[in-house]
């Protein structure tokens, strides 16, 4: 299949505009995860290990959730929450969706996205396009209605709306976090795109701490009965003290944890952040970092450059406890999610437990 994929990819996605190729391949996922009998013939395919529930070798335990598989979907894929089901379907663990901003927003003019070919990589200066946190919401909670959609685990990555200055950031996070917790496994506050101005500099703690202070008392009275994890995401390009002053934040606040990385502006491509392979070595130190800084409790989510396996393993092994990709999804298909998760799992089986 991965063969067949890579014919695909160069005689056809290839010569297609990134972003119209994208929005192609997500209409024929969105639509197959709408059909039960399809969704439940290829995920019964190519991930048994999704029904295999809190027994499964490889499962994760966070966030008081049984996570089936340690390896899930970054954010920026699914920014509005219209294909959930049909990813997990091909393999995914979890899916993180967005980012949702508070209002809906087009985005950033196009050209916004470039595929970089040599690198096995992808520039996007996307600019959060989205349909807003209600819509997203919205679909949401019809996910939840059935059996099936309440057990995905589902993330929430939220981001500041283009226009709203900076200091009012906090109650537009805010906005987002009350509309999306009661449906969200947890939330991502994510201060680290490079591709709404300003944006970056609100990981600093001074202009950090006011935001999860919102969005965490946000969340908590939309969804008073289940408290919902809260997390934060930071970029690559932060200094290693950088790096530590968030760690030393999240635990001031008594956050849930890190996802680390986003896409890095170290490059002279052209506008916008680069993820995959190039942001793995980066990755790999964030998450390293922060484990030793954090301690044993915080979930770190690792993510950046995973491609492979032994990528993702690489994470795990430097005290992650989920992985994440995107990049990768766009040059190795669509079981690719599938392939690297059966690895993981029979790792774990061969261990003879969960991850």
């Known amino acids: 299949m991965s063969r067949l994929y890579s014919l695909l990819f160069h005689g056809v996605f290839r010569r297609m505009d990134p972003e119209k190729a994208h929005e192609v391949a997500f209409s024929l996922i969105a639509a197959a995860g709408r059909v039960p009998v399809v969704r439940d013939?290829?995920?019964g395919a190519v991930a048994p290990y999704l029904g295999r529930g809190a027994g499964g070798p490889g499962s994760v335990q966070v966030f008081g959730r049984t996570v089936p598989a340690p390896f899930g979907l970054a954010g920026g894929f699914d920014k509005n929450a219209r294909a959930v089901r049909g990813l997990t379907m091909?393999?995914?663990?979890?899916?993180?969706?967005?980012?949702?901003?508070?209002?809906?927003?087009?985005?950033?003019?196009?050209p916004r996205m470039w595929r970089e070919i040599p690198l096995r990589g992808v520039r996007n200066r996307m600019g959060f396009n989205n349909e807003g946190a209600a819509a997203a919401a919205a679909r949401l909670e019809r996910l939840r209605r059935t059996p099936a959609g309440r057990a995905v685990v589902v993330g929430a990555n939220i981001g500041k709306t283009k226009v709203t200055a900076a200091e009012h950031a906090a109650d537009d996070?805010?906005?987002?976090?009350?509309?999306?917790?009661?449906?969200?496994d947890y939330l991502v506050v994510n201060v680290s795109s490079p591709n709404t101005p300003g944006l970056r500099d609100l990981q600093s703690t001074e202009a950090l701490r006011p935001i999860l202070t919102a969005v965490r008392e946000a969340a908590d009275a939309a969804s008073p009965v289940t408290r919902v994890p809260l997390l934060v995401k930071i970029a690559p390009d932060l200094a290693?003290?950088?790096?530590?002053a968030v760690a030393d934040l999240a635990l001031e606040l008594g956050l849930d944890g890190v996802v680390a990385v986003n896409t890095t502006i170290g490059h002279d491509l052209g506008p916008g952040g680069l993820s995959g392979p190039p942001v793995r070595e980066r990755g790999l130190e964030v998450v390293e970092r922060l484990r030793t800084r954090l301690g044993p409790d915080p979930v770190i989510i690792g993510v950046g450059g995973i491609s492979t396996p032994a990528d993702a393993e690489d994470y795990l092994s430097v005290g992650a406890n989920l992985v994440q990709g995107y990049t990768g999804f766009v040059y190795a298909g669509p079981f690719w999610a599938a392939r690297i998760n059966r690895s993981l799992v029979r790792r774990a089986r061969a261990r003879g437990g969960r991850s």
């Open 90 to 110: 091909l393999g995914f663990g979890f899916v993180e969706i967005g980012t949702v901003t508070a209002h809906a927003q087009p985005g950033n003019d196009a």
């Open 240 to 244: 290693d003290e950088d790096v530590d």
């Open 41 to 43: 013939v290829v995920q």
């Open 173 to 184: 996070y805010a906005t987002s976090a009350r509309l999306l917790a009661p449906f969200a």
